[in-house]
Structure formats: structure tokens, C-alpha cells
């Protein structure tokens, strides 16, 4: 997903006995040259990284690296941002005999609200890529969120399951989400364009209604009346302008159910 309009550049998936990082690996052909893929601590992996980065021109990544990440500094660009030379498993080199033994990435240490922090990626160029602005273009992972919840709360009214019983008509049903869900994400991105403000000003919300509201009439209108049509809707956008967005952190947690009846504590249930 681009972490500036929200569009999704590409999409895998499957049946839920296969691990996430097997759906991961067909991307990396589909992501462009001269990018930079933010992913979350789940994707620590060295074939996987290295793949990454060597699927083209100039493919980057970013990611939170795990606590006790055993690494040897290579060059210490400043305090809190180096070089380093990190071991590849016995295990991945069994199955992949052709990784190295060590490989290196930069690791960038901080705090973020008082909480330290530390990152790699493949972006090693300190000059061109401080390391304070890669730490904070973290931040922009949680966009993909954000648009997840778009798509599960805004498009699917907070359904739990899909209406299709089949699963090719699962997979039907899906593709036929994401394709609708970009289509929104588009045109909302244009109307963005126009006023000259991110997309992520706008609200999905009550912009996704405005559009499909006048999809469903338009077509007991002439087609000459589009364009006017169109524009009035674009010209409309600006009454969803949110204010600027804050910069926030979202630790993941488990929320408390909610129930009329008290919580057992762990000695009742033992």
C-alpha cells in the first residue's frame, strides 16, 4: 500500500495454513524500482531482505529491528547510527546455500516518545538518507493500518466474515474489494490533488459515500453531464478536509472484552 494516497500497488494472499512471509516474496517483483518498502518486525529476514533489495533498481526496505539483535558494528557513523555486519541462521543457509554468511544493513537507534527504538534498513548512504528522517518515515507504517480499517469498517460495515461460501468466490469476492477499494482511493487522491493537500486530509468516510451516492444516480443522467458532474463532486471535497494528522503512536495490546460478568483471574481458572 502507498503510504501517501493509500492505493494498493499490489496484493497476495491465501489460505491461512500458509506463513505470511511466503505471500510477501512474489511482491518484491511487483514493487517499483527506486522505492522504499517500510515492514514490520515479522519480515526479519535475511533471504528475504537480501531478495528484496536485489529485485531491481534501487528496491529499499525499513524495518523495526527486534530486541537483542545480535550484530558487529562495521563503521560507526555517528552514536546512534552504523554499519553492521549481521550472522545468517545455519537453518537459512541450509535452505539457501547460496546466502552469504554475514550480511549488512544500518542500524539506527532513537526514542520516540521516550520509548528507544531501534531500525534497519538497506538505506546505508548517511549523507542522502539522515537517520532522522528514516526514523521518522517509520511513523508511516501505520497508514496501512489506517487503510485496512478503511476497507473492514468504511467498505464492509464492520462485517465479520465475507458473504461468498466458496473459496473461489472468496478469492472473487476479495479481488473485487481491493479493485472497488482503489478506485475510491483514486479518485479521492485526484480531488486531494486539486485542493493541493495529502490525501490523507480527506475523509474516506464520508467521501467514499459522496462518490458512490452519485455513482448510483448517474446513470439515469445524460453522459454529456458527466464532466460538470464530476467536477462538482471534486469541488464538494472540500467540505471532508480533516484537520492536519497528529503524529501518534499505537502500540499493539489485547483490549479488554467487554462483558456484564467479571474477569477470572488466573488462579480461577487454574
Not at 22 to 33: I, N, R
Not at 213 to 236: D, I, M, N, S, V
Not at 240 to 265: C, D, G, H, I, T
Request: hydrophobic share 40%.
Amino acid at each position: 500500500m502507498d503510504t501517501c494516497t493509500h492505493l494498493i500497488r499490489a496484493a497476495e494472499f491465501g489460505d491461512y495454513g500458509t506463513a505470511e512471509l511466503s505471500f510477501a516474496k512474489p511482491l518484491m517483483h511487483k514493487v517499483p524500482d527506486d522505492s522504499l518498502t517500510i515492514f514490520d518486525r515479522a519480515y526479519f529476514s535475511a533471504a528475504f531482505l537480501l531478495d528484496w533489495q536485489q529485485a531491481g533498481r534501487q528496491k529499499h526496505w525499513l524495518l523495526r529491528a527486534r530486541a537483542g539483535l545480535r550484530y558487529e558494528v562495521i563503521c560507526q557513523l555517528t552514536p546512534d547510527d552504523c554499519l553492521v555486519s549481521l550472522p545468517v541462521s545455519p537453518q537459512a543457509r541450509k535452505q539457501r546455500p547460496d546466502l552469504p554468511a554475514r550480511w549488512q544493513a544500518r542500524l539506527i537507534k532513537c526514542k520516540i516518545g521516550g520509548e528507544p527504538r531501534q531500525f534497519l534498513t538497506s538505506l546505508c548512504d548517511a549523507h542522502r538518507f539522515p537517520a532522522r528522517e528514516i526514523a521518522a518515515h517509520y511513523m508511516q507504517r501505520w497508514e496501512i493500518e489506517l487503510g485496512f480499517r478503511e476497507i473492514k469498517q468504511g467498505m464492509q460495515k464492520n462485517a465479520t466474515t465475507l458473504r461468498s461460501k466458496l473459496p473461489e468466490l472468496v478469492r472473487q469476492e476479495v479481488w473485487g474489494t481491493l479493485i472497488a477499494y482503489n478506485l475510491l482511493r483514486h479518485e479521492i487522491a485526484q480531488m486531494a490533488d486539486e485542493l493541493h493537500v495529502p490525501p490523507q486530509r480527506l475523509s474516506f468516510q464520508w467521501l467514499a459515500l459522496a462518490i458512490t451516492t452519485a455513482l448510483y444516480h448517474w446513470p439515469l443522467q445524460t453522459p454529456g453531464t458527466f464532466p460538470k458532474r464530476l467536477a462538482f463532486l471534486r469541488e464538494q471535497a472540500r467540505a471532508y478536509l480533516l484537520p492536519e494528522r497528529r503524529a501518534r503512536s499505537f502500540p499493539r495490546a489485547v483490549k479488554q472484552p467487554r462483558s456484564k460478568f467479571p474477569m477470572k483471574n488466573a488462579s480461577q481458572l487454574n
